[in-house]
């Protein structure tokens, strides 16, 4: 993964997808927007809480430095959930976390401030996914779901897919109580008093990866938690709630 000055905008990249011209995948970072205090600068979340006409702005610029028209984009409301929706559309396709589409031409977008965005990409037919994992996420099982969902809608084979994780909150900085600690195997979590837990999503994740078949080769980790980077990233759990949200946005250009 590596950061890219684009115009103004610096954003993240996956080394797994470079070399591939068609596909656009990007994660976005918080600088060069038109956001001020909590959502300083690239706020690019419309329900977090920032002025509305800031957030239209920062989506303007985004899209335009990306070069991507904002009605080719497609969305969906994140509800921590695992249903996933095949695109033939641009707009927004209703509740779920999990886009799918082999339509060139149509950019899948959510909206990120902690948890990982799964970003897949199948080169010789073309076909995107983006997954929103969080721990409910990552519980649900929407890494396993969404790939066994893109390789029978669009008849490919998981050996083929190219996965880039975006940058999330890390063990580092993921700490959960027992509730939630318990949910996961003992592999993915660290504790010193049985009180809190650091929970790691991204292992997890990647386990559910390699159990529908993708590559271990296949799989790029973010090198970035959003709450120890605060230069780059919004971070819900550190900025306690009030806080901006990065993009992802997959798709191939026509
Ligand atoms: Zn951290």
Redesign the pocket.
């Known amino acids: 993964m590596i950061f890219q000055k684009k115009g103004e905008l610096e954003l993240c990249k996956w080394d797994i997808f470079s070399g591939y011209k068609n596909l656009i995948a990007y994660f976005s970072t918080r600088k060069a927007g038109f956001s001020a205090g909590a959502y300083d600068s690239l706020n690019l979340g419309v329900s977090a809480g920032d002025l509305k006409e800031n957030v239209i702005n920062n989506r303007k610029k985004f899209f335009h430095t990306i070069n991507i028209p904002e009605n080719e984009t497609v969305w969906v409301k994140q509800v921590h959930g695992n249903n996933i929706i095949t695109a033939e559309r641009a707009g927004n396709l209703g509740v779920g976390d999990g886009l799918i589409t082999g339509v060139s031409g149509l950019f899948l977008c959510g909206t990120f401030a902690d948890c990982a965005s799964i970003m897949v990409f199948e080169p010789k037919k073309q076909i995107v996914g983006l997954f929103h994992a969080g721990w409910k996420g990552v519980f649900q099982q929407i890494a396993k779901k969404g790939i066994k969902k893109i390789c029978r809608v669009y008849n490919i084979q998981p050996d083929n897919l190219l996965v880039g994780i975006s940058p999330h ?2 063990k ?2 993921f700490i959960v109580k027992k509730n939630v600690a318990e949910l996961f195997n003992e592999r993915f979590l660290r504790t010193n008093n049985k009180e809190h837990w650091n929970l790691d999503i991204e292992n997890a994740v990647i386990e559910q990866l390699i159990n529908v078949d993708i590559k271990r080769e296949n799989i790029e980790k973010s090198c970035f ?1 959003t ?2 980077n605060k230069e780059m990233f919004f971070s819900y759990r550190r900025d306690k709630g009030k806080t901006g949200r990065m993009l992802a946005v997959i798709g191939t250009r026509k």
């Open positions: 909150i890390k580092c900085c938690c709450s120890c």
